[in-house]
């Protein structure tokens, strides 16, 4: 089993991704019912739910993810399933994308967009919410 340390140390920083998020319940189907089309958060964040659902598979976790989404600045996952470890995996993912880019995936903080709260980097070429 993998432990949480070693996944704090690897949500740090997951990098870009070149996954859609439209291909993670094809690539991780125990996880997602079939048809699953909930996504609605940045691109930026797409490695991050990647490693989270590499490490579920990896521990045999029995969580079906039912929506994934932004939600005042933070990824917010919602899921089915009694799993402890895996709760713990999903919540350090949530804490993380707090300091990850919601568009690019790289450093993050939170930006204020005339009251809408977002984790964006300090590139203004890398979002546009104009």
Same mark, same amino acid.
């Given at each position: 089993?993998?432990?949480?340390?070693?996944?704090?140390? /690897?949500?740090?920083?997951? &990098?870009?991704?070149?996954?859609? %998020?439209? =291909? @993670?319940?094809?690539?991780?189907?125990?996880?997602?019912?079939?048809?699953? !089309? +909930?996504?609605? %958060?940045?691109? &930026?964040?797409?490695?991050? /739910? !990647?490693?989270?659902?590499?490490? @579920?598979?990896?521990?045999?976790?029995? @969580?079906? /993810?039912?929506? /994934?989404?932004?939600?005042?600045?933070?990824? !917010?996952?919602?899921?089915?399933? #009694?799993? +402890?470890?895996?709760? =713990?995996?999903?919540?350090?993912?949530?804490?993380?994308?707090?300091y990850i880019c919601e568009s690019c995936g790289k450093a &993050?903080?939170?930006? +204020?967009? #005339?009251?809408?709260?977002?984790?964006? %980097? #300090? +590139?203004? =070429? %890398?979002h546009s919410y104009d």
């Open positions: 089993m993998t432990n949480l340390k070693t996944i704090k140390h /690897i949500f740090r920083n997951p &990098g870009p991704s070149d996954i859609p %998020c439209s =291909q @993670l319940p094809t690539m991780f189907p125990s996880f997602f019912e079939v048809g699953f !089309h +909930d996504f609605h %958060c940045g691109f &930026g964040w797409t490695s991050l /739910i !990647h490693y989270m659902l590499l490490i @579920l598979k990896k521990n045999n976790s029995n @969580l079906r /993810i039912t929506y /994934i989404k932004e939600k005042y600045r933070f990824l !917010h996952i919602s899921y089915t399933g #009694d799993d +402890d470890f895996g709760e =713990q995996v999903i919540r350090l993912a949530e804490s993380a994308s707090a &993050g903080r939170e930006k +204020d967009l #005339d009251g809408w709260y977002k984790t964006l %980097c #300090d +590139d203004p =070429q %890398c």
